[in-house]
């Protein structure tokens, strides 16, 4: 099946990209990388009036290091990041996180924005960047406003994006020297979808933790206090201390009702808060 007719204009520059955006007569979807518009469009789960490309968007491009956080434009790519392009202020967890994603064709097309406006519960980016305290800035034609990307993401394949908005940067917060991130997922094989993602920041000098549980149908579980899962107390034993048995009632509280997938979910978060601890 191929896609329904629909009209397709590359802007030059963000703003005119805005003003098309803001013709509210017409069902409009935005496309960069297209490694998930692209099937939708196939399979005609969307059908636009309208295709914005912003792939040529010097302004979604761009880097750069303020007030110890990373500013990262919408269009950069996945591969960007695993490649060192990107600056890094992590110590190396996004450049792992982008190596991750499924291949590395997809990791050429796909962008950092056009992840996190798909919302998609399995995405790598989704779970990690709210783990990472990432915060995103939304631009339109009226201004600019900023969100967390917590409570950016709204649900499955839901955002809190307005019409006539876009994913203008990214801003992710320096990682501190004492603190130590972990990230797991759990797929079939390279590639599929995430059955199980956990990310995880940690810092015992702080005793504080951060946990996040996504893959799941819904909005990924963030623990901004994620003490419980160590006994209340987070110390440099925290691998030792973690209580399965806490992540599972949390589970079941956010309506993770079978326990196999429970039992998957804890695993995951059990392997990031190991790999944390290395």
């Known amino acids: 099946m191929k896609s329904a007719s629909f009209t397709y204009e590359r802007p030059g520059d963000l703003n005119a990209a805005l003003a098309l955006m803001a013709q509210t007569d017409r069902n409009t979807k935005i ?5 998930s518009l692209g ?20 302004e979604l491009k761009q880097t750069a290091c303020a007030g110890g956080d990373l500013m990262i434009g919408a269009c950069v ?20 996180i982008a190596a991750a994603i499924a291949y590395r064709a997809v990791r050429n097309r796909g962008t950092i924005g056009g992840s996190l406006s798909h919302a998609d519960p399995a995405a790598d980016w989704v779970s990690a960047l709210s783990a990472l305290g990432a915060q995103v800035s939304l631009r339109s034609l009226s ?25 203008e940067l ?31 920041v940690i810092d ?5 933790a951060r946990a996040v549980i996504g893959a799941i149908d819904a909005a990924p579980i963030v623990l901004a206090d994620a ?52």
Not at 31 to 35: D, F, H, P, W
Not at 147 to 158: D, K, P, R
Not at 172 to 197: D, N, Q, V, W
Not at 231 to 259: C, M, N, W, Y
Request: glycine share 8%; hydrophobic share 45%.
């Open 143 to 167: 201004g600019t406003r900023q969100l967390s990307v917590e409570n950016f993401i709204t649900g499955a394949l839901q955002s809190a994006l307005r019409a006539g908005e876009i994913i």
């Open 31 to 35: 496309i960069a990388g297209g490694q």
């Open 39 to 58: 099937p939708m469009l196939n399979l005609r789960l969307v059908q636009p009036d309208l295709v914005i490309d912003i792939s040529n968007l010097a």
């Open 227 to 278: 003490a419980a899962l160590f006994g209340g107390r987070v110390t440099t034993d925290f691998e030792r201390q973690f209580d399965a048995g806490a992540a599972d009632t949390i589970l079941a509280k956010a309506g993770v009702s079978h326990p196999a997938a429970r039992h998957i979910h804890v695993a995951a978060l059990r392997r990031a808060i190991s790999e944390a601890a290395v």
């Open 77 to 96: 790519t996945h591969s960007d990041i695993e490649d060192g392009r990107v600056p890094d202020v992590t110590r190396g967890a996004m450049q792992r």
């Open 204 to 208: 015992p000098e702080q005793a504080s």
């Open 170 to 200: 990214v801003s992710i917060p320096r990682l501190m020297r004492s603190a130590r991130f972990g990230y797991f997922k759990t797929c079939r094989k390279t590639g599929e979808f995430a059955h199980a993602i956990s990310a995880v």
